[in-house]
């Protein structure tokens, strides 16, 4: 679940700030007109996206990377004509023209087209450890990624009603501005990435040394590195946009004739700054999706250290009164190539058998298991294994391992151990 909350965040933050605050603006500078061409952009994007996820979905073609570079040329292209446009004529309320309208329309569509089609196809790829959809695996992350997508429709509808509200169009209209510069600037260094791929695809003659790729190389290798940096830029623009909302609502400053009618302001007022409120506590939960909680999330839990035992030419002997406290085990074996098997063993509660298998899986490979609370989880999906399974085949499971029991050890066959070699290469 806590995956799907920051993923989805992550992947449609910067889209949605940028296409609300569009919407927002061409809807004051523009009028219906720009509101309505602009929702025609955002159903444009929408479907487009919905049929690249399509042909994503259920074609063995890699259709990512050409598609990646033809958006990347249309968002700078749209960013630029955008800017130059609201620049000559876009500086008081109803004076755009179709042309702004159009612009916009156009970011917000390729925007979308570039942002969305991951995510819908995330349902489709989540790890049920082959129980499928019905299985409390698939349901969890559904519930992540549906969160995700409901928080971010309620930030999206709380920016809007406050950026219709910020006083004079100009603030909102910069902001949207400086938000799709960033994002463009972004996406002329992913543009470029290689560098030397991209200039060959266009035909350009280039020198195949460092050197010659000068500040074009220098940013592409930024955008790669602090990739996250331009959505937190993003991020502190829409705080600014709604701290701006806040503070115009503070005061009445609208004429009135009587006391009715300033109460009446008052509360308009009160509205604003609520939804000003909420809208900021979706840009701080969303920081913390982005930050603390995917920490968390991709944290690199520390195996533990392997145990002792004893080992002979034929078998490994573990003594069963060091591994009766129904916590997990861990011993690890290094074969004559130089490669360290590892396997658990953890005594199955209310029973005398044990759960043993290699400290790999068919499914996440030889990442391991860590014991958390009582419980084996695996370190790579953070699933939580039944410890009554363990030793069967199937989803996340430990690899079986074959054992005996006899003169109060637990007796490995050295033979089954090295086969499991392949698990860890």
Request: net charge positive; glycine share 8%.
């Amino acid at each position: 679940m806590l995956k799907y909350l920051w993923t989805v965040t992550q992947d449609l933050f910067v889209a949605v700030t940028l296409v609300t605050l569009m919407h927002a603006t061409l809807a004051r500078l523009c009028g219906a007109k720009g509101r309505r061409l602009h929702a025609w952009g955002i159903a444009l994007g929408v479907v487009a996206a919905i049929a690249l996820a399509a042909v994503k979905g259920t074609s063995n073609r890699i259709v990512t990377s050409r598609w990646n570079h033809v958006i990347y040329i249309f968002v700078m292209g749209f960013t630029l004509l955008y800017l130059i446009l609201t620049a000559i004529k876009g500086r008081r309320e109803g004076e755009g023209g179709a042309l702004i309208a159009l612009s916009g329309a156009g970011l917000s569509a390729t925007m979308i087209f570039y942002a969305l089609p991951g995510v819908l196809l995330y349902p489709f790829n989540f790890n049920t450890m082959g129980e499928g959809y019905l299985s409390s695996y698939y349901m969890v992350r559904m519930a992540g990624w549906l969160l995700a997508l409901i928080l971010l429709l309620v930030y999206s509808r709380t920016l809007y009603l406050c950026a219709l509200r910020i006083k004079p169009v100009g603030w909102v209209s910069g902001i949207t501005g400086a938000g799709a510069l960033i994002h463009a600037a972004y996406c002329f260094g992913r543009f470029f990435a290689p560098w030397v791929n991209r200039a060959k695809w266009l035909h350009w003659s280039v020198k195949y040394t460092d050197e010659a790729y000068g500040f074009i190389g220098d940013w592409m290798m930024f955008t790669a590195n602090h990739a996250m940096l331009f959505i937190w830029l993003v991020a502190v623009l829409a705080a600014a946009a709604l701290v701006i909302c806040f503070i115009q609502n503070v005061r009445v400053t609208e004429p009135y004739d009587n006391p009715a009618q300033r109460r009446k302001l008052r509360a308009r007022n009160r509205s604003f700054r609520r939804m000003a409120c909420v809208a900021l506590a979706g840009v701080a939960l969303f920081a913390v999706f982005m930050s603390v909680v995917k920490a968390y999330d991709t944290r690199v839990v520390e195996l533990s250290a392997p145990e002792t035992y004893t080992v002979d030419d034929e078998n490994i002997y573990i003594p069963m009164d060091a591994v009766n406290d129904f916590h997990l085990h861990r011993f690890e074996y290094q074969t004559e190539n130089g490669v360290n098997i590892r396997w658990i063993v953890v005594r199955k509660p209310n029973s005398a058998a044990y759960g043993v298998g290699l400290d790999a899986c068919d499914v996440c490979g030889n990442a391991g298991y860590y014991e958390r609370n009582g419980q084996v989880v695996c370190r790579r999906c953070d699933v939580v294994m039944n410890i009554n399974t363990i030793g069967f085949k199937g989803g996340c499971n430990p690899i079986p391992l074959s054992y005996e029991v006899g003169d109060g050890n637990l007796i490995f066959k050295l033979a089954d151990i090295i086969a499991g070699e392949k698990e860890f290469k």
